[in-house]
C-alpha cells in the first residue's frame, strides 16, 4: 500500500536514490526548502509500507491573470516502482491543487526532448506540447514546454501551441 504525503525535511535525507536517473534534474538542499515552505500543498512523495520513498513531485503556482497556473518543477519515480501509475496519481494531485485550490488555468512542466517515454506519459495525461524551447538544459537540449488545460480555461486558450520555438530568456519568470 502505497502512502501519498506531503514532503518533509526528513524527506531530504532520504530521496537521494530517486534522484539518480539521469534525467532527474537534482537541485540543492535551499532549492528543495524553498518549495517546502512557499507551496508545501505542492511538494509530496509516495512512499512504501517499509518507508522506502518510491517518488515525488515538486511544483509551484506561479504567473498573473491569464497566465496564474500550476507547474511541475519535478516529477520522479525510482526505477523499482515505475508502472504502478505513481507518476499519474502524483501529477493528478497537482492538478487537483492548482485547480481547484488555487483556481489555476493550467499546469505546464519542461521536458527534454529526448525523454520520449516521459512526454508519452504526459501525452496520456491530456498535456499538450505548447512550445519548444531552444538549449534549455544546460544550454544544449531542447526543452518541451507542455500544458494542460484545467477547469478555469473555459476556452482552452493556454494550450493554443505556438507556431515557432522560443529561448530561455524569452520565457516569463516570476
Known amino acids: ?41 505542492y511538494f509530496h512523495v509516495a512512499e512504501a509500507p517499509g518507508g522506502h520513498i518510491m517518488g515525488y513531485i515538486m511544483g509551484k503556482v506561479e504567473g498573473q491573470g491569464e497566465s496564474w497556473h500550476g507547474h511541475v518543477t519535478a516529477v520522479t519515480v525510482a526505477p523499482e516502482y515505475r508502472r504502478q501509475q505513481l507518476a499519474k496519481k502524483l501529477m493528478n494531485l497537482l492538478e487537483d491543487v492548482s485547480d481547484k485550490i488555487d483556481k489555476a488555468y493550467f499546469v505546464d512542466l519542461f521536458v527534454r526532448a529526448s525523454n520520449t ?29 507542455m500544458r494542460k488545460a484545467l477547469s478555469r480555461d473555459v476556452e482552452k486558450k493556454s494550450i493554443i501551441p505556438l507556431k515557432r520555438p522560443v529561448t530561455p530568456d524569452e520565457l516569463e519568470y516570476d
Open 1 to 41: 500500500m502505497t502512502t501519498i504525503r506531503r514532503f518533509s525535511c526528513n524527506d531530504l535525507l532520504r530521496f537521494a536514490s530517486v534522484n539518480l536517473d539521469h534525467l532527474t534534474e537534482t537541485f540543492n538542499m535551499s532549492f528543495y526548502m524553498t518549495y517546502m515552505a512557499r507551496w508545501p500543498d
Open 117 to 145: 517515454p516521459a512526454i508519452k506519459m504526459y501525452e496520456k495525461l491530456d498535456y499538450i506540447i505548447y512550445r519548444r524551447v531552444l538549449r534549455y538544459y544546460s544550454g544544449e537540449e531542447d526543452g518541451l514546454d
